[in-house]
């Protein structure tokens, strides 16, 4: 000791790599502990290292049955024998989600919505008595079903089931899928009521069927996944496309998906990134078939064929903070790129009608998605209808829709509470994006231009609540400011692309 100062002198002496021993999983209730325990990166007899320690972490909270901010890792290491044990602790949320509405319409009838969405499912125990309690759950897998019906304008139905582990031995992700869609021109301009029966309509039904893979190369954050759909389109009187108005229509196709995610939780990620790219093939049935005759435009669409090429990329960064604050209040910055095309086999063939990409606007699914559209959101924008973005949006004609789209977006995001009963966050954006008919035509650098701020809202119950005022920057008219070119938006049940 010299005066008013201390030297310390500490020795540290590296023993050799502990061995884990024992994994304890406490604070599950619902959930079965085996659902917990195949997304440990922790095994029993194996070295012990801190990054599987992590990686345990991020499975776990990728579940999104258990609060995010609350799970803890305790390792216990034991010198005498140099073994480790390793204790976790969650805390169970509710993950399943409901959706409900009602209303009565005069000539319309009665219109609503009843979907459910159980995250957490378990179809084994579905025939035992007591394991409704209300439901058969704590599997990990995830059942939805959902109805909406406008009255005689529109009806919609689909159910959909999740299996992530087939075989509960590897991540292999099982998923079936059935839906049955009717949209009708209900409404008689004529005799300006709304008809029971109405004669004009776009019926559309489909199944479909995937497995995922979790891949081990390049590493163990990429997926593959296979799925084969149909889906049969029954046009009646139905005025959408120029030339095709009654008729049915098949569309049978195979899709790839490489994914690669390795974000640090799904609600408000603020680490990692999402990229997935995919294909979506047809049979080239008329090259299958070159001597078919295509008289009529029944012959033409009967069976449709394309090739659909898809790429999302996001990434989301924390951005610094100031000294002492929690990483519970931090700004994360979010960056996403998308690109779309949609190609034909046969030069002598237009591009298929079908499967095309309507872009702008909130994103919200509607009749456009009955044939296969792929709806691509542009916040401060309505839905695009020529690929011009000097041409006012608000005063354009009828559109062919896209079979090219870029999409770029830049969001800073600042969460104001990340309570597993409702995780809330504001964010401010930018975003840039144009869709193309052709090749042709195409010029990544023609985009169009949009600000704005927005808040997202999850709560267990009702899924996403998402609200965005944005300002389309090319709308913008000379001696008006921003009178005409703001747009408010909002989101329910998902995050539109």
């Known amino acids: ?91 169970e949320k509710s993950s399943d989600q409901l959706e409900l509405s009602a209303g009565w319409g005069g000539g319309i009838g009665l219109t609503g919505t009843l979907g459910v969405t159980f995250n957490n499912f378990s179809i084994r125990n579905i025939f035992k008595k007591d394991s409704w309690d209300p439901l058969p759950s704590g599997e990990g897998q995830k059942l939805s079903v959902r109805y909406q019906s406008n009255g005689n304008a529109f009806r919609s139905a689909n159910i959909s089931f999740t299996e992530p582990w087939l075989g509960g031995k590897r991540r292999n992700a099982l998923t079936l899928s059935f839906y049955n869609t009717k949209f009708s021109n209900a409404f008689n301009p004529i005799t300006g009521q709304f008809e029971r029966n109405p004669s004009s309509f776009i019926k559309t039904s489909g199944a479909s069927i995937s497995l995922g893979k979790q891949l081990r190369w390049p590493d163990d954050y990429f997926n593959f996944q296979v799925s084969v759909g149909y889906m049969r389109y029954t046009l009646q009187d139905y005025q959408f496309f120029e030339d095709f108005r009654n008729g049915i229509s098949n569309n049978l196709n195979l899709k790839l998906t490489l994914a690669r995610s390795s974000v640090d939780q799904p609600l408000f990620p603020r680490s990692g ?14 090259l299958i078939n070159p001597n078919k005759q295509y008289e009529t435009i029944q012959d033409r669409y009967q069976w449709i064929e394309f090739h659909k090429w898809r790429f999302n990329g996001e990434t989301f960064v924390p951005l610094g903070r100031p000294h002492g604050a929690e990483k519970n209040h931090q700004f994360v910055l979010k960056l996403a790129a998308k690109f779309g095309f949609l190609g034909r086999y046969n030069t002598d063939l237009e591009i298929s009608p079908f499967e095309r990409f309507q872009v702008g606007d909130a994103g919200l699914t509607n009749q456009f998605a009955l044939i296969g559209f792929d709806v691509i959101a542009h916040r401060g924008y309505p839905v695009y209808q020529t690929s011009n ?40 954006f930018f975003e840039a994006a144009n869709g193309w008919y052709s090749l042709k035509e195409y010029n990544p650098f023609l985009l169009r231009r949009s600000v704005g701020l927005g808040m997202r809202f999850f709560l267990p119950m009702f899924g996403l609540l998402g609200f965005d005022y944005g ?19 909002f989101m329910l049940g998902f995050e539109p692309e």
Not at 65 to 89: A, R
Not at 396 to 423: C, D, H, M, W
Not at 471 to 489: E, H
């Open 471 to 489: 300002i389309g920057l090319d709308r913008m008219q000379p001696g008006q400011g921003f009178k005409n070119a703001t747009r408010f938006t």
């Open 389 to 428: 973005p000097k041409v006012n949006p608000d005063q354009q004609g009828a559109s062919r829709y896209f079979t090219i789209f870029n999409k770029y977006t830049a969001e800073v995001r600042y969460p104001l509470s990340t309570n597993p009963s409702s995780t809330i966050y504001a964010l401010s």
């Open 273 to 286: 990134s999402n990229f997935t790219a995919s294909v979506q093939l047809t049979p080239p049935w008329s």
């Open 1 to 91: 000791m010299y005066n008013d100062t201390i030297d310390f002198e500490i020795r540290i002496f590296e023993g050799p790599q502990a061995t884990i021993k024992n994994i304890r999983i406490t604070g599950y209730e619902k959930t079965k502990e085996f659902v917990i325990r195949r997304e440990l990166r922790t095994i029993p007899g194996e070295k012990f290292r801190r990054s599987d320690l992590i990686r345990s972490q991020r499975e776990i909270a990728n579940l999104n049955f258990f609060n995010q901010e609350t799970i803890g890792i305790n390792p216990v290491p034991d010198p005498t024998d140099g073994t480790v044990d390793i204790n976790y602790s969650v805390e």
